[in-house]
């Protein structure tokens, strides 16, 4: 079955950075559009970005640009996160989904807790 875990949240400091893994399994992972979303508790979920199958395409919404960073291993079945100069805006749980057709599927989140 298609499983998503992610890794490498934790406390950190403003301005510092963290970089997050979501490892895949149960699907061919170099086929699937990967996605980051994240949430805040009382917040919808929004999407951080999104990196498209082989291609490598990558796209993230205007409010994330900049300082996030979207790359993929397809050897490894794993999609990252780089976050930089990190703020206490960006303290939420950050999720990995997969669009496996024609399901979505999610992991269980990694949280990332930004403060001095």
């Known amino acids: 079955q298609v499983q998503l875990v992610e890794s490498g949240g934790g406390l950190v400091q403003p301005g510092g950075s963290l970089k997050l893994s979501c490892l895949a399994s149960?699907?061919?992972?170099?086929?699937?559009?990967m996605r980051w979303y994240r949430q805040t508790p009382g917040k919808e979920r929004e999407m951080v970005a999104f990196i498209i199958n082989d291609s490598g395409v990558t796209h993230y919404p205007d409010s994330m640009k900049g300082r996030f960073t979207i790359t993929r291993d397809n050897a490894k079945n794993t999609v990252y996160l780089q976050i930089d100069n990190l703020n206490s805006e960006d303290t939420a749980v950050y999720y990995c989904?997969?669009?496996?057709?024609?399901?979505?599927?999610w992991g269980q989140g990694t949280q990332v807790t930004v403060s001095l």
């Open positions: 989904c997969a669009y496996v057709y024609p399901t979505l599927y």
């Open positions: 149960g699907f061919t992972f170099s086929r699937a559009t």
